[in-house]
C-alpha cells in the first residue's frame, strides 16, 4: 500500500514538473527595457524584404538626436516573433523610414538597388483626433506601436523607380499580435500586412508599371540639364550625377542619382520632383572624407544650385527674370570656381541658361544669333590658372585620448552638419595632426 501512495506521489510530480516545462516554453520572450529618452517603435517586415543580401530590418531618421550620417540607417533588434523588429528612437525624432538594411546605391540597372526595399516617410508622434479613420479619437503616443505594411499601398517611384512601401500604426500586443485597441480585445491581427479596408487581399504587393521616364516627362518634375566639364571625368568615373536633400524622392546618400546622357557629348539630364527647390550636380564620385585618397581628390562638384526661377533683377543676365528653369542647363563657369578650404575639395559655381539642344544654349528662350557651345562659359573676365582659396575659417585643437586608438584607427575625425561644407556621411573629415602627440586640429568655416 505505501508503494503505491509512493508511486501515485511520483506519478503526480512527474506531471506538475512536465505541466511546468510546458508552461515555461509558452512564456513570452523577455525584451530589454526601454532606453531612457526614447520611444520603442515595432516594425513587422514582410519576408519579401528579405533576399541575399539581407536577413534583417533597418530604420532611418535625418533629424534629431542621434539622427542617421548614412543610409539605411540603424540595423534593427529582433523582437519577440518571427519577422517583428524594434528600435527605441529619441522622443524628439519625429520622422523615420523603415528598410531592409540595405544600401542599394543610385543605379537602377543593379541587383543591389531592385533588392532594396523601404517604407515611405512616417510620422512617430501621435495622431490629433480626426486624423486617422482607424483612431477617431486619435493616439497619446506612438510610442509600443507596431507599424505593419497594407499591401494596396505599394507603389514604384516614378522618380527613382524603387518600391516604397506604406502601412498603418497599431498597438502591439507582442507575440506578432496588434489591434486597433490599446488592450487586445477579441478582435485582432498577425501577419506581416494587414490590409485596412479589407478588401481581397492581393498574393503580392501591388507594384505599378512605372518606368524612369524618359520623354514625355510627368507633370510634377522639371527637366534639368547639365554640361559636365571634360576634366570631372577620370579613372573613376565617366558621368554626371545630381543630388537633392529635400523634396520628393530625396537623395539617401551621396552622390545621389546617376544623371542620364543627353544629346550632346558632356550634356546630361535629369528629371526632379518640383517640390525640390535645391541641387548640387556632381561626377558621381562618393570621394568619402580622407583628402589623402586618390577618390576624393577626383570628386567634384557645383555649389548648391537654386532650382526654381529669378526674381526680375536677381540675375544681371535675365534682369526680367525667369519663370522657371525646367528645360534649362547649367554650365560652370571657370572664372567661379574655388576650392573649399575646408575639404580642400573644388566646387564649382556657373549660370542657368536656356538650353536649345545638341549642345547650344544662350540667355533668350528662342535661340538668336547670339548663342554658346562648350562645357564651360565664362560669363565675364579671364580664366584664372588656379583656383580661389576662401580664407573664412576658424582652427580648433582637439586632444585624443589614447583609449580612442584601436585596430580600427589611428587618428581623429571631426563632423558637422550645418553650415558650409556640412559632412555629407559620417564620421565626416580626417582632422589633422597638430604640434604635439595625440593632438589634431581643423580648419572649420565661421
Known amino acids: 500500500m505505501f508503494r503505491k ?21 509558452a512564456t513570452t520572450v523577455t525584451l530589454p527595457e526601454k532606453a531612457e529618452g526614447t520611444n520603442r517603435y515595432y516594425f513587422y517586415m514582410p519576408d519579401e524584404w528579405k533576399n541575399e543580401y539581407t536577413d534583417t530590418a533597418g530604420i532611418y531618421w535625418w533629424n534629431g538626436t542621434d539622427f542617421c550620417s548614412a543610409w539605411p540607417g540603424y540595423t534593427a533588434n529582433k523582437a519577440d516573433a518571427e519577422g517583428v523588429y524594434y528600435y527605441d528612437v529619441p522622443t524628439d525624432v519625429t520622422t523615420v523610414i523603415w528598410n531592409n538594411n540595405i544600401d542599394g546605391g543610385s543605379d537602377p540597372a543593379q541587383d543591389i538597388y531592385k533588392a532594396s526595399a523601404q517604407t515611405i516617410n512616417i510620422g512617430t508622434e501621435y495622431y490629433d483626433p480626426g486624423e486617422s479613420d482607424n483612431y477617431p479619437d486619435g493616439t497619446y503616443s506612438f510610442d509600443g506601436m507596431i507599424y505593419v505594411i497594407d499591401p494596396t499601398l505599394c507603389t514604384t517611384s516614378a522618380y527613382s523607380g524603387k518600391m516604397t512601401f506604406e502601412g498603418e500604426w497599431y498597438y502591439y500586443y507582442g507575440n ?18 494587414h490590409d485596412i479596408d479589407g478588401k481581397e487581399f492581393p498574393t503580392e504587393p501591388s507594384t505599378p508599371d512605372q518606368e524612369v521616364p524618359t520623354d514625355p516627362t510627368p507633370d510634377e518634375i522639371n527637366r534639368y540639364y547639365f554640361y559636365m566639364p571634360d576634366e570631372w571625368k577620370n579613372e573613376y568615373t565617366e558621368t554626371a550625377g545630381i543630388y537633392w536633400w529635400e523634396g520628393t524622392d530625396a537623395c539617401l546618400a551621396w552622390p545621389g542619382y546617376t544623371a542620364n546622357k543627353a544629346d550632346a557629348d558632356g550634356v546630361y539630364y535629369y528629371d526632379v520632383p518640383t517640390d525640390v527647390t535645391t541641387v548640387i550636380w556632381n561626377n558621381n564620385i562618393d570621394g568619402g572624407s580622407d583628402k589623402t585618397q586618390d577618390i576624393y581628390k577626383a570628386s567634384a562638384q557645383t555649389v548648391n544650385i537654386g532650382t526654381e526661377y529669378y526674381d526680375p533683377g536677381e540675375s544681371d543676365n535675365y534682369p526680367d527674370g525667369t519663370d522657371s528653369f525646367d528645360g534649362m542647363i547649367y554650365v560652370i563657369d571657370p572664372t567661379l570656381c574655388t576650392t573649399s578650404a575646408i575639404q580642400t575639395k573644388l566646387t564649382q559655381e556657373g549660370e542657368w541658361y536656356y538650353y536649345y539642344g545638341n549642345g547650344e544654349y544662350g540667355f533668350t528662350p528662342e535661340k538668336g544669333e547670339v548663342f554658346f557651345t562648350g562645357k564651360t562659359h565664362i560669363i565675364e573676365g579671364e580664366n584664372p590658372t588656379e583656383p580661389s582659396t576662401p580664407d573664412e575659417t576658424n582652427r580648433y585643437y582637439f586632444y585624443m585620448p589614447d583609449e580612442w586608438k ?16 556640412a559632412c555629407l556621411a559620417w564620421p565626416g573629415y580626417t582632422a589633422n595632426k597638430a604640434d604635439a602627440d595625440g593632438v589634431y586640429y581643423y580648419d572649420v568655416p565661421t
Request: hydrophobic share 40%.
Open 5 to 25: 501512495i509512493i508511486s501515485l506521489v511520483l506519478a503526480m510530480l512527474i506531471v506538475v514538473a512536465m505541466s511546468t516545462v510546458a508552461i515555461t516554453s
Open 176 to 193: 506578432g499580435e496588434y489591434g486597433f485597441t490599446p488592450e487586445k480585445g477579441e478582435e485582432f491581427f498577425t501577419g506581416e500586412y
Open 406 to 421: 584601436n585596430e580600427y584607427t589611428d587618428t581623429a575625425g571631426i563632423y558637422w552638419w550645418e553650415g558650409t561644407d
